[in-house]
């Protein structure tokens, strides 16, 4: 049955509808949720709905028609470019979120290089292995390749000498991140940007995740790694508001050093029958909701209530990291910079301690092995995670302790030889080869995602994109 049909119905009926659909989701209002939830708490998220809906039906393609969006566009991006230190040159633009930040900053580039270094007929992107996927699928979509490079698998920080080495000819621009999501680890980006700019490369700095997070820290008088416009040779700098700056999705800003490079975001077409589109962003027709509610809750916190926010997270942080350490059997990964860690285990099955937390409420989210490090677990820790960490740490306490004793329940070594006589076979194979290990039924993904988790984590890389890309398109 799908949604339109003859006649209309009632909104009682309709809201009834959709409240009855939201049965199976997590509850993202219970603390639990360590990721992608930003709950800035109540009356912070009533007075965002309230400017979101204000502005929820203004264009703010039209900025002519609508001149208070361009105002609070204004204003939110001139904040966010006074936190990471900018000067009267930097500007920049409101975007969906950190991915089409991060596309804008790659197609800039690229229309950078066209003009400036116009013998580069196979631009290169350099960067850490732990860099957001989002700058992968940005490359995929300029037509740039991607050069991917280690980290310290100590710290978990870009090598500097490997990174260094990889900028070659034909490398347009590199990046690195403050702190990257997986990890929570900031990239020694003062001497990445020194050895891009001794090169002429762009270097663009993923703050989306940290970006606000970071800037407030420092100014509260915490020891911060340098990474925003005050080190020479960055060039852009991108930085969500819809994570820590918790103002609802759709919001991240994109910074440029300057109006000279910032020329070349801009997509302006005047050539067909229709208007005159004028665009400095991916997108053209957009709500101007998210920038509003934006401009509200940054207002409404200030600096003040930022910091308060910033300094309950980093104790609760602490909080977690020391507790984490006394569990015999799991460790934390890296030297995490902010409120964001990963959880690996040498014996026992990460991915099993995933189900069994998230049959105790929490959510975490999996993350496979690459780079040479290991599958592990990602928490965020937001301001709404604060008063649940006692509990958290008593639950994996446990958890952890009962795996411990019962013993593996997923057979890695068994799963590892089937994926090994399968992994260099077509999808279709795999995937008959995976569907009894994993325990899928149809299209419903499994309570326990431990089998399916361990198997593709034994996967190459690519095979895994390549299964899950057939997986989804045929079932969704
Ligand atoms: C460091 C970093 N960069 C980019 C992104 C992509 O952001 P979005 O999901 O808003 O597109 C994320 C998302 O978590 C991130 O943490």
Known sequence: MGVMQPKGTPRETVLEELAGFTGGDVNWRTGRVLTGVYDPGEEAHALAVEA????????????????????LERDVVASVAGLLRADDEVTG?????????????????????????????????????TAHPAFLKAAHYCGLRVVQTPVELKSFRADIRAFREALGPNTILAAGSAPNFSHGTIDPIAEMAAAAREKGILFHVDGCVGGIYLSILRRMGEKVRDFDF?????????????????????????LYRNRDLRKHAWFVCTSTTGYAVINPTAQSSRTGGPIAAAWAVLRFFGEEGFREIMRRSQEATRRMLAGIS??????VLGEPDMCMFTIAADELNVFEIDDEMRLRGWQMIPQFACGGGPANLHV????????????????????VETLRQRGPGVDRAAFSRIVGQVAGKPIEEIMLALIPLAGLSGIDLPERMAPLNTALDLLPAGRRDELLTAFFNMTT
């Open 326 to 331: 006394g569990i015999e059997g799991i460790r």
């Open 230 to 254: 005050s080190v020479p040779g960055v060039t852009s700098i991108s930085a969500d508001l819809h994570k820590y700056g918790y103002t609802p999705k759709n919001a991240s800003v994109i």
């Open 52 to 71: 979101y809906t204000r502005f929820l039906a203004q264009n703010a393609l039209y900025v002519n028609m609508y001149p208070s969006i361009g105002r």
């Open 93 to 129: 633009n409101i975007t969906s979120g950190g991915t089409e930040s991060i596309i804008m900053a790659v197609k800039t580039a690229r229309d950078w290089a066209r003009e400036n270094r116009p013998h580069i007929t196979g631009p290169e992107l350099v960067l850490p292995v």
């Open 380 to 399: 965020s820790v937001s301001h709404a995670n604060v008063p649940h960490t006692q509990l958290f740490l008593q639950d994996l306490r446990e958890t």
